[in-house]
């Protein structure tokens, strides 16, 4: 019985390797068959050959491994749910700004809301995702003389630092332009100091949407936009890397496995685990599919090759880990839910202000984004007492208390909300 069984093992042995070898010359691989290993850049090709092994010297009676290359029930990064803000840095208008503000912006009390600094909503309201909306300015000074502001006569922005080169925050250049960061290099400076402070933080997602001007506010003399193409988008990428070393970034090329795309290495290999991303930082793009994602991935970039960000993607795309689903009500939710089980990192909100908060039933969409197991739901009052200007106690609070808790959705089972952070 034992002769059969190390004859049984042989065999498989020599048919494994023969097919891992087979798996290489398929895809272009060369080299020695790499060694054993489960870090994040296990090839395609070990992994084969690592289950194929495995099945050999199973008794036959044993129950079968799991329809997966990696059985791991390990906690990811994937498996939590964590609060965000949309608009992380914003400032409403001043009221001296109120009365031009409202004549030239659509539905202008939308904009009627602010966020404390970047270290208080980590510190003091369990935030643990942000938004940054981003302006090229390679050259400063694009943005240091704001027109809606010059024309009432209030006070403009920093403008030392509006006149330096680099990405600037803003909502709405010329109009909605207070931040508590005005470059984006403040921001992620801020970012990185709490971080610094708190180093078994589980990983911040940082949400970047690429912003481009008002027509109707250059019409009126506002500043003429920085377009993003390849150049600023990697100046983009510069800026992240000055502020956060490599080993504190959650890259495409960090998640993706060597052989798969990006798509197949979050669905078949699982997001890194949640101990492995601790203290880290990940960004993606808020932008749907455009000019903009298309120049990200240009040059052979279809997973995202050496990029900082992940893309906002669609299904079956090489690029896809991440999906904005902002709207987690009616169909959407089981869309959501689906997409979590799937492997995917989602998105979501709980609110749009300020017409959510001044809803009747103000708490649905905000219950609903909860329930659908998405990773980030973000909003615009994470804090009790934010919303009670509009005479509601509206509030975004993580459901059992802490700054995150187990994925309601794809949690594996021993999960524990009080042992996140």
Same mark, same amino acid.
């Given at each position: 019985?034992?002769?059969?069984?190390?004859?049984?093992?042989?065999?498989?042995?020599?048919?494994?390797?023969?097919?891992?070898?087979?798996?290489?010359?398929?895809?272009?691989?060369?080299?020695?068959?790499?060694?054993?290993?489960?870090?994040?850049?296990?090839?395609?090709?070990?992994?084969?050959?690592?289950?194929?092994?495995?099945?050999?010297?199973?008794?036959?009676?044993?129950?079968?491994?799991?329809?997966?290359?990696?059985?791991?029930?390990?906690?990811r990064m994937n498996h939590i749910q964590l609060k965000g803000t949309h608009n992380s840095y914003h400032r409403e208008p001043p009221l001296?700004?109120?009365?031009?503000?409202?004549?030239?912006?659509?539905?202008?009390?939308?904009?009627?809301?602010?966020?404390?600094?970047?270290?208080?909503?980590?510190?003091?309201?369990?935030?643990?995702?942000?938004?940054?909306?981003?302006?090229?300015?390679?050259?400063?000074?694009?943005?240091?003389?704001?027109?809606?502001?010059?024309?009432?006569?209030?006070?403009?922005?920093?403008?030392?630092?509006?006149?330096?080169?680099?990405?600037?925050?803003?909502?709405?250049?010329?109009?909605?332009?207070?931040?508590?960061?005005?470059?984006?290099?403040?921001?992620l400076e801020q970012v990185k100091a709490w971080s610094d402070a708190h180093p078994r933080h589980v990983p911040?997602?940082?949400?970047?949407?690429?912003? #481009?001007?008002?027509?109707? &506010? $250059?019409?009126?003399?506002?500043?003429?936009?920085?377009?993003?193409? /390849? =150049? @600023?988008?990697?100046?983009?990428?510069?800026?992240?890397?000055?502020?956060?070393?490599?080993?504190?970034?959650?890259?495409?090329?960090?998640?993706? #496995?060597?052989?798969?795309? &990006? $798509?197949?290495?979050?669905?078949?290999?699982?997001?890194?685990?949640? /101990? =492995? @991303?601790?203290?880290?930082?990940?960004?993606?793009?808020?932008?749907?599919?455009?000019?903009?994602?298309?120049?990200?991935?240009?040059?052979?970039?279809?997973?995202?090759?050496?990029?900082?960000?992940?893309?906002?993607?669609?299904?079956?795309?090489?690029?896809?880990?991440?999906?904005?689903?902002?709207?987690?009500?009616?169909?959407?939710?089981?869309?959501?839910?689906?997409?979590?089980?799937?492997?995917?990192?989602?998105?979501?909100?709980?609110?749009?202000?300020?017409?959510?908060?001044?809803?009747?039933?103000?708490?649905?969409?905000?219950?609903?984004?909860?329930?659908?197991?998405?990773?980030?739901?973000?909003?615009?009052?994470?804090?009790?007492?934010?919303?009670?200007?509009?005479?509601?106690?509206?509030?975004?609070?993580?459901?059992?208390?802490?700054?995150?808790?187990?994925?309601?959705?794809?949690?594996?089972?021993?999960?524990?909300?009080?042992?996140?952070?």
């Amino acid at each position: 019985m034992k002769g059969t069984l190390r004859l049984s093992i042989l065999a498989c042995g020599i048919f494994t390797v023969a097919m891992a070898h087979y798996y290489q010359s398929q895809v272009g691989m060369t080299g020695d068959l790499p060694a054993v290993s489960f870090g994040r850049k296990t090839t395609f090709a070990t992994l084969l050959c690592t289950f194929l092994s495995i099945q050999c010297i199973l008794p036959t009676h044993a129950s079968p491994i799991s329809n997966t290359l990696n059985p791991s029930t390990a906690l990811r990064m994937n498996h939590i749910q964590l609060k965000g803000t949309h608009n992380s840095y914003h400032r409403e208008p001043p009221l001296g700004l109120r009365l031009i503000f409202e004549s030239v912006i659509p539905s202008p009390w939308n904009y009627y809301y602010s966020h404390s600094s970047v270290s208080d909503q980590l510190s003091q309201q369990s935030v643990r995702s942000l938004e940054f909306d981003v302006r090229a300015d390679s050259k400063g000074g694009l943005y240091a003389n704001p027109l809606l502001p010059r024309i009432a006569g209030v006070p403009v922005p920093d403008e030392a630092k509006m006149k330096l080169p680099g990405a600037k925050v803003m909502h709405i250049a010329d109009a909605d332009v207070l931040s508590t960061c005005y470059t984006f290099r403040d921001c992620l400076e801020q970012v990185k100091a709490w971080s610094d402070a708190h180093p078994r933080h589980v990983p911040i997602p940082i949400d970047i949407e690429f912003k #481009t001007n008002d027509e109707k &506010l $250059e019409a009126l003399g506002g500043a003429k936009a920085e377009k993003w193409d /390849e =150049e @600023s988008l990697a100046a983009l990428d510069e800026e992240i890397r000055s502020v956060f070393a490599e080993d504190r970034l959650v890259t495409p090329d960090f998640v993706r #496995t060597d052989g798969l795309s &990006l $798509e197949e290495s979050v669905l078949l290999m699982g997001w890194p685990t949640l /101990e =492995e @991303s601790r203290g880290m930082v990940m960004f993606y793009m808020d932008n749907d599919d455009g000019d903009i994602r298309d120049a990200y991935r240009s040059g052979g970039r279809n997973n995202l090759e050496g990029r900082v960000l992940f893309t906002n993607s669609d299904e079956g795309e090489d690029d896809a880990a991440f999906l904005k689903r902002n709207d987690p009500t009616g169909d959407n939710l089981e869309e959501i839910r689906e997409l979590v089980r799937k492997g995917y990192f989602v998105r979501t909100r709980a609110d749009v202000p300020i017409e959510t908060v001044e809803k009747e039933n103000n708490t649905v969409m905000r219950d609903l984004a909860w329930e659908s197991g998405a990773q980030i739901v973000s909003t615009d009052f994470p804090a009790v007492g934010m919303a009670c200007r509009y005479d509601t106690d509206y509030a975004v609070l993580m459901p059992g208390g802490g700054v995150a808790r187990c994925n309601p959705i794809n949690a594996p089972d021993g999960c524990k909300d009080d042992e996140l952070e």
